[in-house]
């Protein structure tokens, strides 16, 4: 007999950790219809998983550049 109200699987914390490492900011619409988080949390979670998909967007376009130098310079026989 537990008094306190059974949270829904898609609501728990280690559901949304799983989904932002995976999907990333894709799975903010989800942490918005969370009832568990406060607006001012939810809002502070969104500013962090936007500041880290930027971060890692340039990220790899800058790995990318590397890497295509690298076999631009692989192939014209410099290295």
């Known amino acids: 007999m537990d008094s306190a109200p059974q949270v829904k699987w898609y609501f728990k914390t280690s559901f949304l950790i799983v989904l932002f490492l995976s999907i990333g900011p894709f799975a903010l619409p989800l942490l918005w219809l969370n009832p568990r988080f406060s607006k001012r949390s939810k ?36 290295l």
């Open 43 to 78: 809002a502070a979670i969104t500013v962090i998983v936007i500041i880290a998909t930027i971060v890692l967007g340039i990220a790899v376009v800058n790995s990318i550049k590397s890497i295509s130098n690298y076999y631009q310079e692989l192939s014209t026989g410099i």
